[in-house]
């Protein structure tokens, strides 16, 4: 009996096989979930903002890319994931307002986005399949069993990545 467990805005879990992590509603936020298939563990989280050292209150790991992703390492490797395994998937970063695309502040998805790739790259962790961009929000699962990412999307066909 498999448990679904949820991942909430700037939060992270972890979970082995038939377990599932799921997060709801990616619109400008990321979900980043690293893997090792061998282990059949998973962790996934779902940042907020692509930088901690930008802002003062940043005590919350999980809410940035920076940091969430050094944290959910942390987690995997606890649970037996083999960090030079672990493989990246990753959804969201949409540009959800149609206002003037040049500020930073509203260019949060796209932001979020090119962070978690930069720190990923950095780790030398390997991203096998994206779904980010454009201007729609996204609920995730991630099955560790199976290596596969559904996402959902209101008025779009069911993905699997």
């Known amino acids: ?4 467990i949820k991942v909430g805005m700037a939060d992270l879990n972890v979970c082995t096989a038939p377990d599932v992590l799921t997060t709801l509603g990616l619109g ?6 690293l893997y090792d298939s061998r282990s059949k563990t998973a962790g996934l989280v779902h940042i907020m903002l692509p930088d901690s050292t930008k802002i003062r209150n ?4 999980a809410k940035f890319a920076d940091t969430g992703i050094d944290a959910l390492i942390l987690r995997l490797t606890a649970i037996g994931a083999n960090r030079n395994r672990l493989l990246a998937k990753i ?3 949409a540009q959800m307002f ?3 695309a040049n500020s930073d502040m509203l260019r949060i998805g796209e932001r979020n986005t090119q962070a978690s790739k930069l ?3 950095s780790l030398g962790i390997r991203i096998v399949a994206e779904d980010t961009g454009l201007d729609y929000g996204r609920t ?3 099955y560790p069993g199976t290596g596969q990412l559904y996402i959902k999307s209101v008025g779009r066909p ?4």
């Open 28 to 33: 400008s936020c990321v979900g980043i979930v």
């Open 1 to 4: 009996m498999s448990v679904m």
């Open 58 to 61: 940043n005590e919350n790991t």
């Open 140 to 142: 995730i699962e991630f």
């Open 158 to 161: 069911l993905k699997i990545l």
């Open 91 to 93: 959804a969201g970063g």
């Open 98 to 100: 149609a206002f003037n």
């Open 119 to 121: 720190k990923l790259q």
